[in-house]
């Protein structure tokens, strides 16, 4: 994840510690597709194999941009339907979505859509202030290409609906 895809000049403006309003970004995608093993190798640099299902782990991390300090913090989320409500208030307070799917699985791709939706939806009058909400599309798990249902072109295409890059 490139990280001035996310952040805007406005975000990079040097602040104290005390100031220092955390990034807030979040990830969604279906059960299963690696959110969290994503969350976690981004902020730890650590790579966990084991799945666990999430309901909601929070990580936090500090990045420079342009020399300047920010604090990020990664939410992520939980991919079962049973948490579908709480997404809301999630997007209502993210800065930037990390959107999720495992190239072995073409429902997890098909969902991202509705993902999508669920954000611009969400977001309502700030989209018309903000027109460019910070979005990425990520296919994961490429270390299981033998088994991959969603090409890399297929990724590439689902960003460009959604005017977003892709990882």
């Known amino acids: 994840m490139k990280n001035r895809a996310f952040l805007s000049e406005n975000t990079t403006k040097k602040m104290t510690d005390d100031q220092v309003k955390p990034f807030k970004v979040i990830v969604f995608g279906e059960a299963g597709v690696g959110k969290s093993a994503l969350s976690i ?35 992520d989320t939980a991919g079962n339907d049973v948490f579908r409500r709480m997404r809301d208030q999630y997007i209502k307070s993210g800065d930037g979505f990390i959107l999720v799917y495992s190239i072995a699985d073409r429902g997890s791709s098909h969902s991202m859509t509705a993902f999508h939706e669920q954000i611009i939806a969400a977001k309502g009058e700030k989209v018309k202030i903000i027109p460019q909400i910070p979005i990425i599309l990520v296919g994961n798990k490429c270390d299981l290409d033998d088994e991959r249902e969603v090409s890399y072109q297929d990724g590439k295409k689902i960003a460009a609906t959604f005017s977003c890059p892709f990882s």
Not at 46 to 51: H, I, L, M, P
């Open 41 to 75: 190798r981004y902020v730890c640099q650590e790579f966990s194999s084991t799945y666990d299902p999430t309901i909601e782990d929070n990580y936090e991390t500090d990045i420079e941009v342009d020399g300047c300090p920010i604090k990020v913090e990664v939410i």
